[in-house]
């Protein structure tokens, strides 16, 4: 279901310009709204439609799960980390979904551009980056070297 | 140089009739090109039809007290604080360049209708408001033009490609500086820099509302109408088919049914 984006909703404030994956969501040179410029190449992610704070970005059903003269609306309320899909279909029927989408506050996890750069010294250990404080563990599971000599002759 | 009044210091080579005239014709270019805009896009069309659509689905009315309770919240919320904007940035530099330019286009007027020569001294306060609003829309409009148009920031285009969207902000802060170089000349007394830079801000002025037609001008006047509407569609009961809030959905989940694909 390739997104779209209701340009009398579109404040051209580029959240899902920046978001989107496909490099898909545009500024439209006229007006100075978003615009999907390739709607084939949408992977259907929906990271617009979920960043989107004006609700201006919606989905086009597929013809075997919404025919014509539908709507798929999203709603989403960062405050109490939920999302809300709203299916109606042209018959008048509608389906409602409720998720949650995170559990910690938003704007709660750190950007990795909000960590420190590792020094030069982090390139010799296996771990990754800001690993294992930033995983919140004391240590990674690992074999010890001489669990890894076990069964080889 | 904050109290020198410009347009009076001009009255002594160009007649004040003339600057009037021109102020005069450049209002008409602005009702014209929004009347032309509003005819070719049909954008009151569009707001009237969804104003009876809106009207006729309404799942509940809205009086005319809570109508003039929207009303100020609309003028106070989406108009005087820009509250359309979700990027605080994009907000802040928003109402710098439109109070600014209110300041600058409401003292211009003042000066060239009623303080257009030296003999009658202009107050300090409007040559300052001239000054401050100009420079507000310098500052609002050139961090927007560098630094928070999102197709600069997020598609690493040049910050000097121009596209049509970029008309009216363009030619209002090339008109606005060109105000105040044409200021700061005629001020010092070096006449001939002063008359070059007149000559570029009365071109870039006639362009910014001239272009009306063509340009985002007109967005100050549809905006708080389409705010307005919008406030009234979510009275009304109306949520755009957006789902309920999470707190209490119409329905929770939907009822598990078997596949009937197969």
């Known amino acids: ?153 | 140089m904050l109290t020198s009044n410009p347009f009076a210091g001009l009255s002594g080579s160009i007649s004040p009739a003339i600057m009037q005239a021109y102020v005069i014709v450049m209002i008409a270019l602005v009702v014209g090109g929004t009347l032309l805009d509003l005819v070719h896009k049909k954008s009151a069309r569009y707001f009237f039809e969804s104003w009876r659509s809106a009207k006729a689905r309404a799942t509940r009315q809205v009086g005319g007290g809570e109508m003039a309770s929207l009303a100020v919240q609309t003028a106070v919320v989406d108009v005087m604080t820009s509250g359309e904007f979700c990027n605080a940035r994009r907000r802040i530099a928003h109402l710098m360049t439109m109070y600014g330019f209110l300041a600058y286009l409401i003292t211009t007027v003042i000066m060239v209708f009623v303080y257009p020569t030296s003999a009658t001294a202009t107050p300090g306060i409007v040559t300052a408001l001239w000054y401050i609003g100009a420079l507000l829309v310098c500052i609002g409009g050139y961090w927007f033009w560098f630094f928070i148009r999102v197709d600069v920031a997020a598609e690493g285009n040049s910050p000097f490609r121009l596209v049509r969207a970029d008309l009216f902000v363009v030619s209002l802060i090339a008109s606005v500086t060109l105000a105040l170089i044409w200021a700061f000349f005629q001020s010092t007394g070096a006449a001939g820099w002063a008359t070059a830079f007149l000559a570029l801000y009365i071109v870039a002025s006639t362009v910014l509302f001239g272009s009306v037609a063509w340009s985002k001008f007109a967005h100050m006047f549809y905006k708080p109408a389409a705010a307005f509407q919008k406030r009234v569609e979510e009275a009304s009961g109306l949520r755009r088919n957006l789902p309920a809030p999470a707190n209490s959905p119409a329905t929770f989940g939907s009822a598990r049914q078997l596949p009937q694909n197969y």
């Open chain 1, 1 to 153: 279901m390739p997104t779209f984006v209701y340009m009398t909703s579109c404040d051209g404030c580029g959240h899902c310009v920046d978001i989107c994956p496909s490099d898909i969501m545009h500024i439209d040179t006229t007006y100075r709204r978003a615009y999907n410029i390739e709607p084939n190449m949408c992977w259907e992610c929906y990271s617009c439609v979920k960043a989107c704070p004006q609700n201006a970005i919606d989905c086009r059903g597929y013809a075997d799960f919404a025919p014509l003269g539908h709507s798929v609306r999203v709603l989403r309320e960062d405050q109490k980390g939920t999302i809300s899909w709203k299916i109606k279909f042209r018959d008048g029927r509608e389906k409602n979904f409720v998720s949650p989408i995170r559990t910690t506050p938003w704007g709660s996890i750190k950007a990795p551009s909000d960590y420190a750069a590792p020094s030069a010294d982090a390139m010799k250990s296996q771990q990754l980056a800001h690993e294992p404080e930033a995983l919140k563990v004391d240590k990674l599971p690992a074999l010890r070297p001489d669990q890894l000599k076990q069964g080889i002759a």
